[in-house]
């Protein structure tokens, strides 16, 4: 097994609106307003339809339900959808308090993209199994994603 770098993708986050806790955590929302997408075979902007549903646990477990969708540079639309873990370790939490970023490997922030296209140029992207690494900017968050190589 290898991992292939598929692309970094930033996106611009709104000011979050906490649910507050409730039966399986503390919900947090974040709006996605925008952001970028670089990579060697996708490129373009990350469109301002999505967001992040967080829940987070009484450990400081943060459990990521993300969706998305990205607009390339020759008009195809991809939907990103994925599950991850965030950890919310001294880090994060201090990075958070002073608007600042958190570098990767500062916690475990890990994701699984999915994608689904109905564009021929990118039905390949329907086929890859791929993970993430992330970490937060201020107001926005960056990935560095993988596709999952066969070696």
């Given at each position: 097994?290898q991992?292939?770098?598929?692309?970094?993708?930033?996106?611009?986050?709104?000011?979050?609106?906490?649910?507050?806790?409730?039966?399986?955590?503390?919900?947090t929302i974040?709006?996605?307003?925008?952001?970028?997408?670089?990579?060697?075979r996708?490129?373009?902007?990350?469109?301002?339809?999505?967001?992040?549903?967080?829940?987070?646990?009484?450990a400081?477990?943060?459990?990521?339900?993300?969706?998305?969708?990205?607009?390339?540079?020759d008009?195809?639309?991809?939907?990103?959808?994925?599950?991850?873990?965030?950890?919310?370790?001294?880090?994060?939490?201090?990075?958070?308090?002073?608007?600042?970023?958190?570098?990767?490997?500062?916690?475990?922030?890990?994701?699984?993209?999915?994608?689904e296209?109905?564009?021929?140029?990118?039905?390949?992207?329907?086929?890859?199994?791929?993970?993430?690494?992330?970490?937060?900017?201020?107001?926005?968050?960056?990935?560095?994603?993988?596709?999952?190589?066969?070696?």
């Amino acid at each position: 097994m290898q991992l292939e770098p598929l692309m970094t993708y930033r996106a611009d986050l709104k000011p979050p609106v906490e649910v507050g806790a409730g039966p399986f955590g503390t919900r947090t929302i974040f709006d996605v307003t925008g952001g970028s997408a670089e990579g060697p075979r996708v490129r373009g902007k990350l469109l301002a339809s999505g967001g992040d549903w967080l829940l987070v646990d009484d450990a400081g477990v943060g459990r990521l339900d993300v969706r998305g969708t990205l607009e390339t540079d020759d008009g195809a639309r991809i939907y990103i959808h994925y599950h991850g873990v965030l950890e919310l370790n001294e880090a994060v939490l201090n990075a958070v308090a002073k608007g600042e970023s958190t570098d990767y490997g500062d916690t475990y922030f890990m994701t699984q993209p999915r994608f689904e296209t109905g564009d021929s140029r990118y039905a390949w992207l329907n086929r890859v199994v791929a993970v993430a690494e992330g970490r937060l900017l201020p107001n926005a968050v960056e990935y560095r994603v993988y596709r999952v190589g066969n070696g």
